[in-house]
């Protein structure tokens, strides 16, 4: 039998054996969930399992490996010396199993592959319609997106467990990354439609601070946005309460507790005509931006190039819908494009 020149090449004796009779991917798959996330019940969620489905897979694992893979702690799982071990060797394991995936969806061109999303909360309001747009036109394309809170992301990215991200302030104090802007993000100062200040010009900060304010939560880009606004001219508004879900922000304000910033995103729906009124306030809107990111010196596939480069050809159709919910910015839109034209960044290949 020929040996083969190919320094990578390993001899059935050295093959898994063991683990591959009785060990599965799947099973990998949930411990390595439970691992990350520190819970049977988010990685049950994570993976739509049943929780006794992830435990009985869990225990196969354990028998299989001929050791605890978990000590409890309080209500926490903290991985054993052996469980750390084998997570990190599912982590390799995976990390080349996606690396294959994604050659072998080149080799197909775009008839066939997989994107996958992770983008924070306030962004779940853009994200699937242009996810949406992208599909109708690579309809064989399978999307996977996932929303979550600003630090969840964040961990996300370190882990490498999407193609990209969509953020409104990039971390570039916690890891190097490519960064691409590609639509308009304006936080607006919104009221409910009943409020006295609905319907006046040109509000004073002064004023808006005169009304008890509902804040996103510490470490939420739009708190740390509105905040510094009103630092800049040395007023602190008054907050009534602090809230994690921009809906429930929005509920929030119509009940009349409160005004609250938000971006314009998150009236996609129901409009600017609905129960909750956009204020005319000095120095409103910040004009922000939504940024596609991924961690720098990472691999696109063929796909993640492809929606990047829809994402941002995507810009002008994103602006001009904006302007139709909200026409004032059209003034600001052009006054911003005047002032400094701004150059696509565009992907490398």
């Known amino acids: 039998m020929p040996v ?26 949930v411990f390595e969930a439970i691992v990350r996330l520190g819970s049977f019940t988010r990685a049950a969620e994570e993976l739509f399992l049943t929780q006794p489905t992830v435990s009985m897979q869990v225990k196969k694992l354990m028998d ?38 994604m050659k072998i969806a080149d080799l197909k061109g775009m008839k066939r592959g997989r994107l996958r999303m992770g983008v924070i909360t306030t962004a779940k309001y853009l994200a699937p319609e242009i996810l949406g747009e992208f599909n109708r036109i690579y309809p064989g394309i399978d999307l996977a997106l996932k929303v979550s809170n600003r630090e969840r992301i964040i961990e996300r990215m370190h882990a490498n467990e999407d193609d990209l991200y969509i953020m409104g302030q990039a971390p570039a104090d916690e890891l190097e990354l490519e960064s691409f802007p590609f639509a308009p993000n304006p936080l607006v100062v919104m009221a409910p439609r ?19 304010m509902i804040m996103r939560e ?46 314009l995103h998150t009236l996609t729906l129901e409009g600017t005509d609905g129960p909750v009124a956009i204020l005319d306030v000095e120095h409103f809107p910040i004009m922000r931006q939504w940024y596609i990111v991924y961690p720098k010196g990472k691999e696109l596939s063929l796909v993640a190039r492809t929606f990047l480069e829809f994402a941002i050809d995507s810009e002008e159709r994103i602006r001009e819908r904006m302007e139709l919910m909200w026409p004032k910015l059209k003034v600001l839109f052009k006054a911003q494009k005047t ?6 960044k565009r992907v490398s290949k």
């Open 4 to 29: 083969s020149d190919d320094s990578s090449y390993t001899p059935a004796a050295a093959m898994p054996d063991y683990l591959i009779r009785h060990a599965t991917l799947r099973q990998l798959q």
């Open 339 to 344: 002032s400094a034209p701004r150059k696509k």
């Open 64 to 101: 299989a490996m001929g050791l605890p893979l978990f000590s409890h702690v309080g209500r926490k799982v903290e991985p054993t010396e052996a469980g750390l071990e084998l997570y990190d060797a599912c982590r390799r394991v995976f990390e080349t199993l996606a690396n294959l995936e």
């Open 194 to 212: 009943d409020h006295p200040l609905v319907g006046q010009k040109n509000i004073p900060l002064s004023e808006v601070v005169k009304h008890p």
């Open 218 to 263: 510490p470490g939420s880009g739009i708190r740390d946005a509105t905040q510094r606004i009103f630092a800049a001219h040395g007023l602190r508004p008054q907050v009534r309460m602090e809230l994690g879900s921009n809906e429930a922000i929005k509920h929030s304000i119509v009940g009349g507790l409160g005004l609250a910033v938000l971006s």
